[in-house]
């Protein structure tokens, strides 16, 4: 069971370019979602998605997009990117959206992203 | 006023000795609540769910007390392999998305 997969691990961009982080889950999450993490700042959501065709913002969205064309994949686009979106970004997805169930994330692997 | 507050530690320990921190909370309706642990350079991954009543798990305790909005950790018999940043994670009522805190770090030494 692969879980939530993300890629790439490691990118170096240049400010400027565009570039899109892949996540996909193999367990049939309803609920997914993109987070930076900086020092000291804790996991902040950048965008969510409740199901397929489904996104929306969350507390940073600014200078990111999402799809959600299929249950399974969730891809972050970088539109131009700025040295303030160096950072870990980390792809999450939950069985479920109903929050009175407690909602149990399961995290990828974490990718490093570094803007130049 | 973030949503989520921890002391970031470093809590630093022997082997063998209990370490306890908290976590405080700023919506008093929130409904379900977890701890996270964080190893270096590695993803969160789920360490407990936090029940009203407390509840245990190996030498891991939490709590939880609503009256005075915080949940705690409390580590017995400190290992090794129990140095990490560990993540309080709050989930406000009728939204799924969750609030992080920051993490508080835990190193135990030999």
């Known amino acids: 069971n692969a879980g939530v997969t993300q890629t790439p691990k490691f990118q170096v961009l240049k400010t400027g370019q565009s570039m899109t982080l892949q996540c996909a889950q193999d367990m049939n999450h309803e609920y997914m979602s993109w987070y930076r993490q900086d020092p000291g700042m804790g996991l902040r959501l950048i965008h969510y998605?409740?199901?397929?065709?489904?996104?929306d913002q969350g507390e940073v969205p600014n200078g990111y997009n999402v799809s959600r064309s299929t249950t399974e994949d969730f891809p972050l686009r970088l539109l131009s990117a700025a040295p303030s979106q160096t950072s870990v970004y980390f792809c999450?997805?939950?069985?479920?959206?109903?929050?009175?169930?407690?909602?149990?994330?399961?995290f990828g692997e974490g990718s490093w992203l570094t803007v130049v | 006023r973030k949503e989520v507050e921890q002391d970031p530690g470093p809590f630093n320990v022997p082997e063998g000795a209990t370490v306890a921190f908290n976590c405080t909370y700023s919506n008093s309706a929130s409904q379900s609540f977890f701890w996270y642990r964080q190893d270096c350079r590695k993803e969160p991954k789920l360490l407990m769910s936090v029940y009203s009543s407390g509840n245990e798990d190996g030498r891991f305790t939490a709590q939880l007390n609503r009256a005075s909005q915080y949940i705690s950790l409390l580590i017995r018999d400190s290992k090794l392999s129990d140095s990490a940043t560990y993540l309080c994670v709050v989930n406000p009522p009728d939204d799924y998305k969750l609030s992080f805190g920051a993490g508080t770090t835990v190193t135990v030494r030999a």
């Open positions: 999450a997805s939950s069985p479920t959206v109903d929050s009175s169930s407690g909602n149990t994330i399961y």
């Open positions: 998605s409740v199901g397929a065709g489904i996104t």
